[in-house]
């Protein structure tokens, strides 16, 4: 698109002009997303993806656009603008999940061997069985047996060499695993009234 059609979707923008916001859209979500997707550490970018982010700042952006509420003066001030707030977005984000990523376990070996041991009394083995579920329904079906493995004590080397996988593959899953299965229970802690 040249400048000057820019321009024009720009001047459209700042009469409420719908499918101008539609095009801007179109133009400025890859560079957005890049924009996200730099400002990510590694461990950030396994919690939130660059789209998601995106598209949650223009659906709050999109009320805006309607009723004409901004006037940019050129297309530079419109992708300022754009680049302001989704990383206004962005950090929204990881201040609602912050809490929640301190309290994440990392993934040493025994968190899922632990699983499998019980003391013999049996409101602990029940509370095991109720753990091993709900990990086994925080991931895909595919998945399931590679926790099978990790929870009869197997090394990660093992794992892989058994199901056809690379090492660091097994890591990156159990590790993904755990993350969400930790946070699922953080936010049914978060849930619960207090007692």
């Known amino acids: ?14 009469d409420g002009d719908l499918t101008a916001a539609e095009e801007i859209f179109r133009i400025y979500e890859p560079y957005l997303r890049m924009v996200v997707r730099r400002r990510l550490s590694q461990e ?3 919690k939130f993806d660059s789209v998601d982010i995106v598209q949650s700042a223009w659906a709050d952006l999109w009320n805006g656009f309607r009723q004409a509420r901004w006037k940019f003066a050129d297309p530079v001030r419109l992708r300022g603008f754009l680049v302001k707030a989704t990383l206004n977005r962005l950090i929204d984000h990881v201040r609602q999940h912050r809490q929640a990523m301190m309290h994440e376990q990392g993934l040493n070996a ?10 013999g009394r049996p409101s602990e083995t029940v509370h095991m069985h109720e753990l091993w579920d709900q990990l086994l329904a925080a991931c895909p079906a595919e998945h399931h047996e590679l926790l099978r493995l990790k929870q009869q004590g197997l090394s990660s080397a093992e794992i892989a060499q058994r199901v056809g996988l690379h090492e660091s593959s097994v890591r990156r899953i159990i590790g993904d695993v755990w993350r969400r299965f930790t946070l699922a229970r953080f ?6 009234p207090e007692a």
């Open 44 to 46: 950030l970018r396994t």
């Open 110 to 119: 025994g968190n899922i061997e632990l699983l499998a041991i019980a003391s």
């Open 1 to 14: 698109m040249t400048s000057i059609q820019l321009e024009n979707v720009v001047r459209r923008l700042n």
């Open 187 to 192: 936010r049914d802690r978060q849930a619960r």
